[in-house]
C-alpha cells in the first residue's frame, strides 16, 4: 500500500492504494466519490467513464498508481458552483435522457468530452461518440436529444435518420 | 487481480531496468493487459508503465517516413498521423473515444491480438518495428496468434512507416467489441502493392500474397474476381464461420483497393 495523490474535481486528495488498485475502485473506495459508476469491470460499457487531464477515459481499466498527480474530473465535479445542474446535466433531465440512471455519470462525462472539442455535433457524431457508452434503457434517443440540446441545438428530428 | 508492483519509470533507460527482472510486465495503455489480469488470465509481479516516458511520444513525418512513438495513442494518431491518411482513419475506428485515449501503438503490437488492426497496418506498410535493442522488419516482426518477435524484457520505443502512393484500410467491424471480424489493410508503394488482413485467420495478420500479385498488374477491385480464398486455418466463433470470414477477406479486399482508389 502507498498514499495516492491526484487533483480531484479541483481539490488536491490523497487515499491508500495498492499496485492492482484501479481509479474507479480509488475514487469510490479511497475518495467516497460513489458517482463514477462499474457497471461491467471490463472496459465495455462505459459507465465508469472519468476525465483525467482533460480525457476521457475507462476508469475500471486504468491503474490509480499510474495516473498519480493528474488532474481528473468525475460526475461529481460537473454541476455549476452554486449546486446547480450544469447545462448538459440540466438536458438529460429536461429530454428524459435517463430512466435507470446508472449509465448516466459516463454518459455525461462522455459527452462533455465530446462538446469540449466539437462544440456543435451533429446527430451522427453524438451516435458515433457514444459508441463507448451502453445504456440498457432509453433506446439513446433521449440521450441524443439531451446532448443535441446542450449543445444549443434543434432536437425536433432526432432518431428520424437514424430509423 | 493478484496484486503486484507498480514501476513508473521517468527514462526509457530506467524502463529497461525494470523490465530486466524476473516476472516483469510492460504496461503501456492497458486497454487488454488490464482486462487480462482482472480475469487471472496473466498474473506479472511487476508491471512497468512507460506512460511516463515522453521519448516513446509523438508523431513526425521526415523524408516520407511517418514515425510513431510507442507510447503514443490512438486518438493522438488519428488527430496528428494525416501525411498518412489511411494510418490515422484506421486510429480512428480501433474501439471507441475513451479506449483510443489510453490504447497506444506499441501496445496493441506488442500483444498482436488477431483481430487487432494496427498489425495489419505495419504489415501492409512495409514498417518497421524499433525497440530498444534493434529494429524488427514487419515481414519478421508477427509470428502467429499473441507471438512476436520481441524477446524478453525487449521494449519497443517505435514504428516507422513509410508513406505509400496509395491505401486505404477496411474493417468489418464485429459490433459489440469493435475488433475486425476481418480488416484489410492495403498499401500502393513503389515496392508494389502488399494486402495484410486481420482478423481472418488463426494465425493472426497475415499478407494475401495472390491479391498483391493481381493488384501490381492492375490496381482495380476486379483484378481479385478470379482469386478465392481458402477457408482452411480461418477461424471460426458464434459472430462468423471460416467459410464466412475466407468470403469477407475477398469483399474487404475489393472494398479497401475501392477505398485507396
Known sequence: ?163 | MYDFEFVKPASLAEAVAAMGRDGAQALSGGMTLLPTMKQRLNQPDSLVSLNGLAELKGVSVAGGVLTIGAATTHATVAREAGAYPALAALAGQIGDPMVRNRGTIGGSLANNDPAACYPSAVLASGATVVTNQREIAADDYFQGLFSTALEEGEIITAVKFPIPDKAAYVKFAQPASRFALTGVFVAKGPAGVRVAVTGASEDGVFRWTEAEEALSANFAPSALDGLTVEADGMIGDLHGTPEYRAHLVKVITKRAVAAAG
Open chain 1, 1 to 163: 500500500m502507498a498514499k495516492v495523490t491526484m487533483t480531484v474535481n479541483g481539490r488536491a486528495m490523497s487515499a491508500e492504494a495498492e499496485g492492482r488498485t484501479l481509479l474507479s475502485d480509488f475514487l469510490r473506495q479511497g475518495l467516497g466519490l460513489t458517482g463514477t459508476h462499474v457497471g461491467c469491470d471490463t472496459s465495455q460499457c462505459g459507465a465508469c467513464t472519468v476525465h483525467v487531464d482533460g480525457l476521457a477515459v475507462k476508469s475500471c481499466s486504468v491503474l490509480a498508481m499510474d495516473v498519480a498527480g493528474a488532474n481528473v474530473t468525475t460526475i461529481e465535479g460537473m454541476a455549476n458552483a452554486d449546486g446547480s445542474l450544469s447545462t448538459l446535466q440540466q438536458a438529460f433531465q429536461d429530454h428524459h435522457g435517463l430512466q435507470c440512471g446508472f449509465c448516466t455519470p459516463g454518459m455525461v462525462m462522455s459527452a462533455a468530452a465530446l462538446l469540449a472539442d466539437t462544440p456543435k455535433p451533429t446527430e451522427a457524431e453524438v451516435r458515433h461518440h457514444l459508441e463507448g457508452n451502453i445504456c440498457r434503457c432509453t433506446g439513446y434517443h433521449n440521450i441524443v436529444k439531451a446532448v443535441l440540446a446542450a449543445s444549443g441545438q434543434d432536437v425536433g428530428k432526432v432518431g428520424i435518420a437514424a430509423e
